[in-house]
């Protein structure tokens, strides 16, 4: 068994996976941004915070939120 060809696979999925966090995350904020800038309508912008980035490059999930829901909202009868 030769590694190098095992190890080129392992790099290039998770290449494609970090790019395909990258632009979900840019298409969920982006335009949100976009948007707050134009209309101006709140003295504050919300960005997302480096702390929710860095939890969803670790999330086993490809859809980027600022909040994911909870187990328990799940349990108590709640929806997604």
């Keep these: 068994l030769d590694l190098k060809y095992v190890t080129a696979v392992f790099a290039v999925m998770e ?6 966090q990258i632009y979900s995350f840019g298409k969920e904020c982006i335009p949100r941004l976009l948007n707050n800038l134009s209309e101006r ?9 480096f702390s929710q980035y860095v939890y969803f ?9 600022d ?3 909870d187990r328990a909202e799940k349990l108590d009868g709640g929806t997604y």
Aim: charged share 20%.
């Design 41 to 49: 309508k709140s003295k504050q912008l919300i960005y997302p915070i």
């Design 57 to 65: 490059s670790f999330a086993p999930t490809l859809l980027y939120k």
């Design 15 to 20: 290449l494609s996976r970090f790019l395909m």
């Design 67 to 69: 909040k994911y829901p």
